[in-house]
């Protein structure tokens, strides 16, 4: 048995091949949510990832670069590192992170975090940018962001659209400038704002729990064999 994060995953494996489809299935990520009720939220804009070009990272730096001034009482904020926990930079980290803090008062890079302090920070924040240029397995940083109640601004590609599926805004072909009028048109009306995050919070499915639960029928059915 193989088993898959996600369908986009399922598809690529078994795009050359022509038997046992019936091997493979898929069992998407489980997440924990830690919060009973839907947490009380800062104006904060959060990116949490790798800083690598694949993952978008400067799309969003140009995006609040034009927009940070004329939302000052938002903050803007950068989680994350060039190699997961690692101080090691790069050129392109070091060059999106000076540019990025240089925006303005309302702009901060947070740095490597652990997970519990990213999610604090996500049961905090409204909104949340994910802008990967590569096509994502599955978007564990979108299912973290759901359980959260945070609303979600993505790119439509790879495993993304099927954990947020109606439940954000997905950007096709994204870019600096689709990134600019999404933020802008949210952050300027709260009814559009509360709905994204009433969306992500009430539609947050995949629990940790089921998916052990699933896991575990299919393990049985494999050792029953």
Known sequence: KVICVSNFVKNKFLKDIQN????VTVLYNGIERQLQNFPKKKKQIVYVGRIVQEKGVHLYTKAVKQIAH?????????IGSHKLGDKET???SNQILKEFNNIGLNTKVLGFLSNQNVKQIMNESSLIVIPSLWEEPFGLVA???MSCGVGIISSNSGGLPEIIKDNGILIQNINEKKIVSELEKVLSSNEMLNKLQELSWNNFELFSSQTSLE?????????LR
């Open 90 to 92: 790069s050129t392109f």
């Open 215 to 223: 896991l575990d029928i299919i393990r049985k059915k494999l050792f």
């Open 143 to 145: 299912a973290e962001a």
């Open 70 to 78: 004329k939302f000052k009482e938002w903050e803007f904020f950068i």
């Open 20 to 23: 046992h489809h019936d091997k």
